[in-house]
DNA sequence: AACAATTATTTGCAAATTGCAAGTAATTGC
DNA sequence: GCAATTACTTGCAATTTGCAAATAATTGTT
């Protein structure tokens, strides 16, 4: 029963890797894993900067503005300048983009009913509750699991 | 409450990676987030060969050719042909790779101490019980979320 | 035993991804 | 009004990637 700490979260994380490999190229769309967390960060987040988003995702932000670029082109999603400071450009999705993202969602929720259905109903609500209570606590833990924007 | 499933486990599993990250970069040996996963990865098969480290990892067959090549470079793993079938490589951690790892899985352990020192004891059990029955659920749902090999 | 078929791994190559250094453009502070 | 800062973009050059094809060892067939 005692397990190692790691190896219970090295083994779960590995594996939800693997179904959010799965979900984006099964989506129809030949997303890659990297653009379907863009795709998701940018629709989570309120009016995100270029910066914002490449903080979030911890990704260097010249690479990040490339692989913006490369999204603006498959038009899924689009950049505006913020009226109030026009350094910033805003991101957002397009209608495409919404599609391929809600796509992916669908997927992603079907998949995980799908791991669901094979806990009891009260064993199902242990485990949402023990994620939050986890994603609480990581958050708390200024000394790492976080990017500087939490 | 009704939270998003979806959500709440792309926000762990983000969480996790960073953690994850962190931990390979501080352990002074400027290791890469992939080659300490493929470290952890050979450490905890049985005499692994090449195919089964990538299949584990989901990895292109060729990248991690040549992945193993420059951990073998750096005197962290090594190769040896399976006497039985020498078309094997079987690949095991050198002492050096050994150190390396045990130094990361502490790190990790010690992040993972302090996440649930924001938690009860109860809850910490929750938790533990939680991600154990969610790996399990997982690997039962043969439709995703594992390789080949499980 | 001979030789086609399969399996495990490695290379050639060309494309994609990465990050540092240096650039531009807009804003802030003194 | 001009230096300092901030948000973002480009120029590289190095690394990482994966498909196609090669090599090497084993298995199956006759």
Redesign the pocket.
């Known amino acids: 029963m005692e397990q190692n700490l790691r190896e219970l979260f090295q083994v779960f994380s590995r594996r939800f890797g693997f179904l959010n490999k799965d979900c984006c190229q099964a989506c129809g769309h030949n997303i890659?894993l990297?653009?379907s967390h863009i795709l998701y960060e940018v629709e989570h987040q309120y009016q995100p900067?270029?910066?914002?988003v490449?903080e979030s995702l911890g990704?260097?932000?010249?690479?990040?503005?490339?692989?913006?670029?490369?999204l603006i082109k498959l038009n899924l999603i689009s950049?505006k300048?913020?009226?109030?400071?026009?350094?910033?450009?805003?991101?957002s999705l397009t209608e495409e983009g919404k599609e391929v993202a809600e796509n992916i969602n669908q997927q992603m929720n079907q998949y995980l009913d799908d791991v669901f259905s094979n806990m009891s109903q009260e064993e199902k609500e242990m485990v949402i509750r023990s994620i939050q209570l986890l994603n609480k606590s990581m958050q708390k833990t200024t000394k790492c699991c976080t990017t500087p924007l939490g």
Chains 1, 2 share one sequence.
């Open positions: 890659s990297v653009q900067s270029i910066q914002q490449a990704t260097d932000i010249t690479t990040f503005s490339r692989q913006v670029q490369s950049k300048p913020d009226p109030k400071d026009r350094r910033i450009s805003i991101l």
